[in-house]
């Protein structure tokens, strides 16, 4: 098995029983920090460890320089995948429960093991409410696998920092991009942040919209449209997403990799951080 965008539920019921396989839940409720490590206690793909977002893959926030998930530190994240029993050979397959569209967080979780130069690693389409509504094997109480050795090779170029966001938004061959709601984007509906609006010169490409009405991703050749008529021919080393704080933008990333259009750029301190500087600008009403 070597998938390394998404996987069809299908496809992981098969594989269930695969030693080179790492199942990983990613269920998490903002507000409320405990709420999906008991929801996989309590449900879960068999084999499934549990990663918290914001304990396992997100750095510490520091108030008036990192936005609100801020990148965890390589070493950290490396000993967590270890911990996880991820080496080369492993396939890894990450899933989540986010309302509306579930697989923001394992987004996050695929991404960073992709910046780390680990490719055999996928997002259940669908999530977990696909998966149980179809039928599934669950398992309950806690998990754990043994040990191995996660050996990170970083991939400079699908990351970015406020610096080099900064010089793309000024770019026109570049492609800055704001994942969040299209009312969040114009500033009209801003419930997290103490600021609201976008980033100047970026287009607005909510991540929901890759997504049909049962939360299963658009095919292939819709994706392809979706972002060839608003990122026109720019490569993907010239395309950054964000959203509010690094976790919705990845879905954006993901689509594009599942589309067959590369790899695009992540940033993670996304506008949480962009805004922490009051030197950078704010477009608050939609580009004219």
Not at 173 to 179: C, E, G, L, N
Not at 273 to 287: A, G, L, M, N
Request: proline share 7%; aromatic share 10%.
């Amino acid at each position: 098995m070597d998938y390394n965008t998404i996987i069809p539920a299908e496809v992981l019921a098969e594989h269930l029983q695969e030693d080179n396989l790492v199942i990983i839940d990613c269920r998490f409720t903002l507000g409320e920090n405990l709420r999906g490590t008991s929801d996989y206690q309590r449900a879960h793909i068999p084999g499934a460890v549990y990663a918290h977002l914001e304990n396992d893959l997100c750095g510490p926030i520091i108030p008036g320089k990192t936005g609100r998930h801020p990148l965890s530190e390589v070493g950290l994240l490396v000993d967590r995948f270890s911990c996880w029993g991820i080496n080369p050979e492993v396939q890894v397959v990450a899933y989540d429960d986010w309302p509306g569209n579930g697989i923001p967080v394992a987004a996050r979780l695929w991404w960073s093991l992709r910046w780390l130069g680990h490719e055999k690693a996928a997002v259940l389409d669908g999530g977990w409410d696909g998966w149980s509504q179809a039928g599934y094997p669950m398992a309950s109480g806690i998990e754990e696998r043994a040990r191995s050795v996660f050996v990170p090779s970083i991939m400079t170029e699908i990351i970015a920092y406020s610096t080099l966001v900064d010089s793309m938004r000024q770019d026109p061959a570049s492609r800055v991009v704001d994942s969040r709601s299209s009312d969040r984007y114009r500033g009209e509906n801003e419930i997290i942040d103490p600021v609201a609006g976008h980033i100047p010169r970026a287009i607005s490409l909510p991540y929901q919209e890759n997504f049909d009405s049962g939360g299963f991703f658009h095919p292939v050749t819709v994706l392809q449209k979706r972002f060839g008529d608003s990122l026109g021919d720019a490569p993907s080393s010239n395309i950054v997403f964000y959203c509010g704080s690094g976790i919705t933008a990845a879905v954006n990333v993901l689509a594009m990799a599942h589309a067959g259009l590369g790899d695009a750029r992540l940033y993670v301190g996304s506008w949480s951080e962009w805004i922490t500087d009051p030197q950078r600008p704010v477009v608050k009403k939609p580009s004219v």
